[in-house]
């Protein structure tokens, strides 16, 4: 069966600058066309992005969507600290790791302070790999969900100790969750011949206390689907994207208790050109659409980030971007940007791929001063080039 491989992962690929303008800190798409229109539906405004209409014009510094860019190296001071692949879920004090052998838990200063569960079949344990997860530091816990028709959220403290499982009213074939006090709300990956809610909010007892039924997050059966939710829809709304590998044109949707779920922004294609695959991100003031290339492995593929387009929400201008980090001397990629929908830019990279992506942005953007390299350079002074991965991160900014 087909599957894919990294979705989640904020992978590393490498973005020739070229010739291309760059944009400074803090810039608009003033300058750049106009690429989207929107159309007035019962539930509110649609934007519709024309595939037709997108340029390749602009190297653009994603410092201008974050507050700050923070970079550190996790510890390797015991094998269990070790990550590997995987991606990271960032909280005021915390970062999250997610490992295909369990969930990792590292404070800002990168140092280990514990496993968080680990995959099993155990009564403490969860099946599968974390697909969700939430660090609640008020609480002083940390949730996971587990990938793969999961009944129950489970919880632990800081320390790794367990607490509890939470039941779900629901199977849950992928999903996302979001904990607000005493009650959390569930955004289910849905199969499309099921009867069950595609959100509910629940008590921790696993009482149901409202649902909202809708095809927007419906798929069909293949767990190469993947769902993504974040909250930077605004007041009490999540922006909801379900990514379908049967390349169909699409929504992203918001999803508030009060409205349900609405679609607000979709593509239209290059007229004799099918969608291809794709998937949506929303920011507080723009929208990312990735644009994939499928690289077949035999029974299996890959998708590649080929192509991120950057548009305004208000102006409805935008372009095809490069995304460098100005902050880190320009370095450049291009990678799954979903993580960005949590209120985080979030970059995981181990060391010898970082010291091959500082070689890559150097020998391609002949642009860069000689400051910028030597900033670039000396990102890995202090790395240990045999250790754990280097994590690069900022909040989103608010508007």
């Known amino acids: 069966m087909k599957r894919l491989l990294g979705i989640a992962i904020v992978a590393a690929a490498l973005s020739s600058c070229g010739d291309k303008q760059t944009a400074q800190k803090g810039v608009s798409l003033d300058d750049q ?9 019962p539930s509110g405004a649609l934007t519709v992005l024309d595939l037709g209409k997108v340029s390749d014009a602009l190297t653009f510094p994603i ?6 860019i923070n970079i550190l190296q996790l510890a390797s001071s015991s094998p269990e600290a070790l990550v590997g692949d995987g991606w ?3 909280s005021p004090n915390y970062i999250g790791y997610k490992t295909e052998r369990g969930f990792k838990l590292f404070d800002k200063k990168g140092r280990f302070i514990s496993d968080i569960g680990r995959v ?28 793969g028709n999961a009944s129950f959220i489970s919880e632990y403290d800081l320390q790794g100790g367990f607490q509890r499982r939470i039941p779900l009213p629901y199977t849950v074939h992928k999903g996302k969750f979001f904990v607000d006090g005493d009650t959390l709300t569930v955004i289910d990956m849905k199969w499309v011949q099921e009867d ?3 959100a509910w909010r629940q008590d921790f007892e696993g009482n149901k206390i409202d649902e909202w039924r809708s095809q927007a997050t419906s798929v069909e059966p293949d767990f190469s689907n993947e769902i993504y939710a974040g909250r930077n829809a605004g007041g009490k709304g999540f922006n909801v994207y379900t990514f379908n590998v049967t390349n169909k044109i699409d ?4 999803f508030t208790p009060d409205g349900g779920f609405q679609p607000v922004l979709t593509v239209k294609p290059v007229e004799g050109k099918g969608i291809g695959y794709h998937s949506f ?4 003031g723009y929208y990312i659409v990735t ?28 372009c095809q971007v490069d995304f460098v980090i100005e902050e880190l001397g320009g370095l450049g990629f291009k990678g799954y940007v979903h993580l960005l929908s949590t209120g985080y830019f979030v970059y995981c990279v181990e060391p010898g791929d970082l010291a091959d992506l500082i070689d890559e942005t150097i020998s391609t953007n002949k642009n860069l001063t000689d400051e910028q390299i030597a900033r670039m350079r000396g990102l890995t002074d202090g790395i240990n080039m045999e250790g754990n991965n280097v994590i690069i991160y900022g909040k989103v900014k608010d508007k």
């Open 88 to 90: 990271a879920t960032i």
């Open 251 to 254: 929504s992203l949707y918001h």
């Open 281 to 284: 991100t929303e920011l507080p």
């Open 63 to 68: 410092d201008s969507l974050v507050e700050g």
């Open 196 to 198: 069950t809610p595609a």
């Open 120 to 147: 099993g079949e155990g009564p403490e344990e969860y099946p599968f790999a974390a697909y969700c997860a939430q660090i609640d530091e008020k609480k002083g816990r940390v949730y996971l969900l587990g990938m």
């Open 291 to 318: 644009m994939f290339g499928r690289e077949d492995q035999g029974s299996n593929y890959i998708l590649n980030p080929n192509d991120l387009i950057l548009l305004d929400k208000k102006s409805l201008r935008g």
């Open 33 to 41: 066309p106009v690429i989207a229109f929107t159309e007035e539906l």
